[in-house]
């Protein structure tokens, strides 16, 4: 495999997602409303707590906007992770994943061109929801945007990589509402996106305090938390990209029809 052959397979799968997420305007309006629907109405919540309002006048600075703006950026990673699960499950029933996987390229290579190029598409959806964040007066501090880019990459390959993982294990559409909701809920709620982690000691939940420590969603947002405020955690960072290579290499395994399970059960 030469760079060009690299970079001609990487531009071909990025250019067949990009058209194919264009031509799903659902999918972007569906990744804008969720957590914009989340900003509003949660802001309802902690303005009784923090007394703070989304309404103009804006404040300059808010623990809201600290809390829960870059847990509303996980949100959008998370789903678009497991919205590229769904796509690869209809592609493998479609016959396409057969085709991909047939090119003379190296099968771990292909399976990483398709997890780059749609974490490419995450990053895009969470800054047109950042933007409209900022138009609502909820933001990320000067040049927070520019300094938690890595740090949302990062992220979104980690949650692309378990939804690559997951495409392995759901063999049909019908049953992938089912398994995401064993998935995305578990980890959004029981992690630190909506609220800090040292808040769950301080209310004895001592139990979901350790189980949202374990969770790799938790040190994703964690991650990009720290980043849009000039900071790096160094834990969060080790643990993110640690369980989005894990992940990435299972999933290799799994698609591999020598070893992995699509050939136990009969995929493709």
Not at 21 to 49: D, K, T
Not at 180 to 209: D, G
């Amino acid at each position: 495999m030469t760079p060009s052959h690299a970079l001609a397979a990487l531009g071909a799968m990025t250019g067949r997602e990009v058209v194919r997420f264009v031509q799903q305007r659902g999918r972007l309006i569906s990744a804008l409303v969720r957590p914009l629907l989340w900003l509003i109405v949660v802001a309802a919540g902690f303005q009784n707590v923090f007394g703070i309002s989304i309404i103009p006048p804006y404040q300059t600075y808010t623990p809201y906007q600290e809390y829960v703006l870059p847990g509303l950026t996980g949100m959008v990673l998370l789903f678009h992770g497991m919205q590229s699960s769904l796509s690869m499950v209809y592609d493998r029933e479609m016959g396409m994943m057969r085709l991909l996987l047939t090119a003379p390229l190296p099968r771990w290579f292909l399976l990483l061109a398709k997890l780059m190029a749609g974490t490419l598409l995450s990053v895009a959806q969470v800054y047109a929801f950042l933007a409209a964040g900022y138009l609502l007066g909820v933001g990320f501090p000067p040049g927070g945007y520019l300094l938690a880019l890595p740090a949302v990459f990062v992220s979104g390959l980690m949650l692309g990589a378990l939804g690559l993982l997951l495409s392995v294990y759901i063999r049909q559409l019908e049953n992938f509402a089912g398994t995401m909701n064993f998935v995305i809920f578990p980890m959004f709620f029981i992690s630190s996106a909506l609220y800090p982690l040292w808040r769950l000691r301080e209310s004895a939940a001592e139990a979901i305090y350790w189980l949202a420590l374990t969770n790799p969603f938790s040190h994703a947002v964690e991650l990009v938390r720290f980043a849009a405020y000039g900071q790096f955690n160094p834990i969060s960072a080790g643990v993110t990209a640690g369980c989005g290579l894990a992940f990435f290499l299972v999933a290799v395994v799994g698609y591999d029809p020598q070893r992995g399970l699509i050939r136990r059960k009969g995929g493709g």
